[in-house]
């Protein structure tokens, strides 16, 4: 009998803090997590050289910069940027997102600096 998952419900989980561009854990997926974060201002242009990176707009607008334009993706609204490729997230207002990547994939790519950190788990 295979172990049933919780229903995850994502405002309540957002509710749950309010600090920028940590990602919080709220449930694995085969090797994978799903992650949601709060954004605001840029981040740093990077990228993810071993696997793509789903980014789902819960709330808000987020401006996804490529070296070869820009894409805005709405409440609603999902972007697959594909593995290896350079980007800078960037969001106006505070905007909530999920996102769905391998384990322990860290949120600056190849890039490191000091917004580098890995996701927590969310209870």
Same mark, same amino acid.
């Given at each position: 009998?295979?172990? $049933? $998952? $919780? *229903? *995850?419900? *994502? $405002?309540?989980?957002?509710a749950q803090f309010s600090e920028l561009w940590s990602q919080k854990t709220v449930a694995a997926l085969n090797d994978y997590e799903v992650k949601l974060a709060k954004?605001?201002?840029? %981040?740093?242009? &990077?990228? &993810?050289?071993?696997?793509?990176?789903? %980014?789902? *707009?819960?709330?808000? +607008?987020?401006?996804? +910069?490529?070296r070869d334009g820009d894409i805005v993706v709405g409440p609603g609204e999902l972007y697959v940027v594909p593995r290896g490729v350079e980007h800078c997230p960037v969001a106006e207002e505070e905007t909530a997102i999920l996102l769905v990547e391998p384990t322990g994939t860290l949120n600056t790519g190849s890039a490191g600096g000091p917004l580098t950190r890995a996701a927590e788990a969310l209870g």
């Open positions: 009998m295979s172990k $049933a $998952a $919780a *229903v *995850v419900n *994502v $405002a309540e989980k957002l954004v605001k201002g840029e %981040f740093v242009w &990077h990228t &993810h050289d071993d696997t793509d990176e789903l %980014f789902l *707009v819960v709330s808000g +607008r987020l401006t996804i +910069r490529l």
